[in-house]
């Protein structure tokens, strides 16, 4: 069974840090390229960052590029997202998941990030 279960958002003022992680079971992780996506009410999931099964290569959306940074370790079948910068464009629901897709349609619980003063 495939599972995401993402953690690490909260409240933050803008220019402020977040650092989300995301455990993954029920696939080969280490094969994988993944992703994280985010969702702001009333709009479509977007792309935010990915990163190559083995972290050798990322990338980002232009949104957040130079603010945010993807990693992952493989024997914790983990991925991060290092947030800075933060601003109240930023406020949406984070996921993780396959850089290809939902593996499989299957979506974990995501985790609120809100900027806000």
């Known amino acids: 069974q495939v599972q995401f279960v993402e953690s690490g958002g909260g409240l933050v003022q803008p220019g402020g840090s977040l650092r989300l992680s995301c455990a993954t079971s029920?696939?080969?992780?280490?094969?994988?390229?993944m992703a994280w996506y985010r969702q702001a009410p009333g709009k479509e999931r977007e792309l935010v960052a990915g990163?190559?099964?083995?972290?050798?290569?990322?990338n980002y959306a232009d949104s957040v590029k130079g603010r945010f940074t993807i990693s992952r370790d493989n024997a914790k079948r983990a991925v991060y997202l290092q947030m800075d910068s933060l601003k109240p464009e930023d406020t949406a629901i984070y996921y993780c998941?396959?850089?290809?897709?939902?593996?499989?349609?299957?979506w974990g619980q995501g985790t609120q990030v809100t900027v806000s003063s």
């Open positions: 998941n396959s850089r290809t897709g939902p593996i499989f349609g299957s």
């Open positions: 029920g696939f080969t992780f280490s094969s994988r390229a």
């Open positions: 990163i190559g099964s083995a972290g050798g290569w990322t």
